[in-house]
């Protein structure tokens, strides 16, 4: 979570992203490419099928990590597509500390 300067004391506003994906690969390479997907930071994968798809969540201090990790994970040999299925975010307040 990004973290910026304030006053020992007061309250920071925070997000939290939360993105599910499915993820449709070449069958053969499913299984290395879901090792390599939970290799990225904020990824975890649910679900692994016969036929190439992936269940895949991702978590993150704002948008744009999760956005930075559907462009890798469309980047990876074998990647026919990556499909945002879902997209929510939190914010939340944190109390600054020393």
């Not at 070449?26 to 879901?34: S, Y």
């Not at 990225?40 to 798809?53: D, Q, W, Y």
């Not at 990790?69 to 975010?89: E, R």
Request: aromatic letters at 4%.
């Amino acid at each position: 979570m990004s973290q910026e300067s304030c006053d020992t004391g007061a309250k920071m506003n925070q997000e939290f992203h939360v993105s599910s994906l499915v993820v449709l690969t070449q069958p053969p390479l499913r299984h290395q490419l879901a090792e390599q997907i939970g290799a990225l930071e904020g990824a975890e994968i649910h679900a692994v099928s016969e036929t190439g798809k992936l269940v895949v969540t991702l978590e993150g201090p704002s948008q744009r990590p999760i956005m930075a990790a559907i462009d890798a994970i469309n980047a990876m040999p074998g990647v026919l597509s990556a499909a945002l299925i879902y997209h929510q975010f939190d914010e939340f307040d944190v109390e600054c500390k020393e």
